[in-house]
């Protein structure tokens, strides 16, 4: 409700550009939970493995992790840059 109240002061456009900075990250969120998901699953994988076989498959956890570590890092990024982008638009 209090949101709400910070709204009477601003015109359609302010309204719009408002609700839409709020809906910004919602892709990326779910995105990021994904991928903590998906690296837990391999995890417990490949855990399984080990405890079945006796060995671990070293090459591929390390690709794996520099993958998921690399999709991350690209993520932050494209939202830092678009972030950096808006408040020069701002300002």
Do not use: H
């Not at 709400?4 to 900075?21: H, S």
């Not at 494209?78 to 982008?85: F, G, L, P, R």
């Amino acid at each position: 409700m209090s949101e709400v109240r910070g709204l009477d002061g601003m015109d359609d456009k302010q309204i719009l550009e408002y609700l839409n900075k709020k809906k910004k990250g919602r892709f990326s969120k779910k995105i990021v939970i994904f991928i903590i998901l998906i690296n837990i699953i391999f995890t417990l994988a490949v855990m399984y493995l080990f405890l079945k076989t006796g060995s671990e498959p070293m090459a591929l956890v390390g690709a794996w992790f520099a993958f998921t570590t690399v999709e991350l890092w690209s993520l932050a990024s494209i939202k830092k840059n678009k972030e950096d982008n808006d408040n020069k638009e701002d300002c």
